[in-house]
């Protein structure tokens, strides 16, 4: 369990008198007080040295004799503590794209991570995005209960007005006999009449299958057929559980029609066109033109000193 406080216990560093203090975890926490009291003693020569100091004693031998090693300060007890960055009061840098975490070169090593252990979620709705393979999909029908019913849907439109007789036409000469509209299964072969002003939800009926190991090559091409069918995306429906389970080989949430990037580096960087914020370039602040502040009289003509 992580712990919840940082506890100094007698600290003697410098001119601090035997402090003990609790400082909270996972805090912004600000030192006050006269200058000589002892602020930047707590922070860097107590907190931050051993910090620092527990960490490059967590490294190999060899790693060491790269890094300065910090001498332990004067305190009984320390608990709770981190490895430590210090940066320095100054400024090191009038760059605006300068930040903390170009500073402390954290941010190329936070970007690493997020682009590789990321996992993409849907803005709107909060739907974790996965992009799947056609034997992924398989494996993860075939890892449900055995005897287990599935019916493999195709999605053609969603949520779209219109008649839509090009697409049942479609199915039609691509030998389907049955698909699911507006929730209800019905079959090609009746003449299927849908109102021009409502939004209708087509999908195609591939196969109806009860899932055992031994259908593993018949569900392998049903999967491959739906998939190349709904354009990357495969819908299973379990009538018997009311469930249905959508598979997609893109990172897209096709609830919602929001389409995810690869994620990679470039896509987590501010300083790069990929990642940068298309308002504000990356740089976090947004200009305008204060239009009062320009023609604070606007009563006035441009001769007559409108514009300030």
């Known amino acids: 369990m992580e712990p919840q406080y940082l506890r100094i216990r007698g600290a003697r560093m410098h001119n601090l008198k035997n402090i003990s203090v609790d400082l909270p975890r996972n805090r912004l926490i600000v030192f006050t007080g006269l200058s000589g009291s002892g602020k930047s003693t707590l922070a860097f020569d107590t907190l931050y040295a051993e910090g620092q100091r527990r960490y490059v004693e967590s490294l190999s031998?060899?790693?060491?004799?790269?890094?300065?090693q910090m001498d332990k300060p004067d305190v009984d007890l320390l608990e709770g503590l981190s490895p430590a960055v210090s940066i320095e009061q100054k400024t090191t840098s009038k760059n605006p794209r300068s930040t903390v975490g170009t500073v402390t070169e954290i941010y190329d090593h936070l970007r690493l991570l997020f682009a590789r252990a990321g996992q993409p979620h849907c803005p709107q709705c909060g739907q974790a995005i996965r992009s799947q393979s056609v034997e992924d999909m398989v494996d993860n029908l075939l890892a449900r209960p055995e005897g287990e019913k599935v019916i493999l849907l195709a999605p053609l439109v969603t949520a779209r007005k219109g008649q839509h007789g090009q697409v049942l036409d479609r199915l039609r000469k691509e030998g389907f006999v049955r698909a699911r509209v507006d929730g209800e299964i019905v079959s090609l072969a009746d003449g299927i009449n849908l109102e021009k002003n409502r939004r209708h939800t087509i999908e195609a009926v591939v196969d109806r299958l009860v899932l055992k190991p031994s259908i593993r090559r018949r569900l392998d091409e049903s999967v491959s057929t739906a998939v190349r069918l709904g354009e990357g995306t495969m819908l299973a429906w379990f009538p018997g559980q009311d469930e249905e389970v959508l598979f997609s080989e893109s990172a897209a949430c096709h609830r919602c029609?929001?389409?995810?990037?690869?994620?990679?580096?470039?896509?987590?960087?501010?300083?790069?066109?990929?990642?940068?914020?298309?308002?504000?370039?990356?740089?976090?602040?947004?200009q305008y033109i204060d239009e009062q502040l320009v023609v604070p009289d606007p009563s006035l003509s441009l001769a007559g000193g409108a514009i300030a």
């Open 61 to 68: 031998t060899y790693a060491r004799q790269f890094l300065g």
């Open 257 to 286: 029609g929001i389409s995810v990037p690869e994620l990679t580096t470039q896509l987590f960087s501010f300083n790069n066109p990929q990642g940068a914020c298309p308002e504000c370039s990356g740089l976090g602040v947004h």
